[in-house]
């Protein structure tokens, strides 16, 4: 079995789930799951430095793509899905790329990972350039479309991230990153978007919530820049705004029913009793950074 990549190996724990009880597969997946947040943890250095390279090119107003096939590729597209609600931005600051298109999230779309000449296609339509950051998912490593990807970054000067869960990923020589979360065999042989694909989207929520950290789209630990699309996400702006300004709930819903519901914004009204118009001067003087918006006006 050596020859056989990590992924795709026999788990010699899990050799007769098919005729254990319902409780004993849990408890066999769960064991496995187990191990995967340790094997991250084996990998922060090159997570944080990803994180650097992306929000710097953020800063310097470029965009992250992911580029992945199958469960890779969906993955990269969830978590690009969730950046606009969770900081407010715009959706084409953050992209996720499948081979094979749109239809490739509910359907399989025979030979998208295998495609050169797709992987080409997809680069080209999206017009990066060397601000924008490159993030290419694939569990083995070893998939032709996400390597051509890394191959067109690089030949633009564009940063490249790999994401992988085998240490033999043909990925890695193309990429200035290498994140390897080698979470091993899975409880059903070659099954990746189980064992692996949680390590992929624990990383890729890791990638984006830091350098949304890191570019001013939280204070503290809160979202000051959600987009409240619905009842529950209001009730949690309102909160953070309350307990920002040191507020009543009811207060902050006010501030916020007049200004759009824009959190850093209500803050500073009513911290600082200044009009909306004002607060958002102040914060587009300190780049949209609550914390230095606050050491301005307290200075």
Request: with cysteine.
């Amino acid at each position: 079995m050596s020859d056989v990549i990590v992924t795709e190996q026999t788990n010699p724990n899990t050799i007769d789930i098919d005729i254990s009880s319902s409780l004993e597969i849990a408890k066999m997946i769960n064991n496995e799951d187990l191990k995967i947040a340790q094997k991250i943890s084996e990998n922060l250095n090159c997570i944080a430095k990803a994180i650097d390279i992306i929000s710097d090119n953020f800063i310097k107003g470029g965009r992250l793509f992911y580029f992945g096939a199958g469960t890779s590729g969906r993955l990269g597209v969830l978590d690009a899905s969730e950046c606009p609600p969770t900081f407010n931005t715009p959706p084409e600051m953050v992209q996720g790329i499948i081979a094979g298109g749109d239809r490739a999230l509910r359907y399989a779309i025979e030979g998208a990972e295998d495609s050169v000449e797709q992987a080409q296609k997809d680069f080209a339509k999206y017009e990066l350039n060397e601000n924008d950051s490159v993030v290419s998912i694939s569990a083995s490593g070893n998939a032709n479309y996400v390597i051509e990807i890394l191959k067109q970054a690089r030949s633009k000067n564009i940063k490249t991230i790999a994401l992988t869960c085998n240490h033999d990923a043909k990925m890695s020589e193309f990429a200035d990153i290498v994140i390897c979360i080698e979470t091993g065999a899975e409880a059903v042989t070659g099954s990746t978007r189980m064992k692996a694909g949680t390590a992929q989207k624990m990383v890729l929520n890791m990638l984006t919530t830091g350098a949304m950290v890191k570019i001013g789209k939280t204070y503290k630990n809160f979202m000051v820049d959600v987009k409240p699309t619905n009842i529950k996400l209001k009730d949690r702006a309102e909160r953070i705004v309350a307990e920002i300004a040191n507020c009543p709930q009811e207060k902050a819903k006010n501030i916020l029913e007049k200004n759009n519901y824009l959190v850093k914004e209500a803050v500073l009204q009513i911290k600082y009793n200044c009009s909306f118009e004002e607060a958002q001067k102040i914060l587009s003087e300190n780049n949209g950074i609550l914390r230095r918006a606050f050491e301005a006006l307290d200075n």
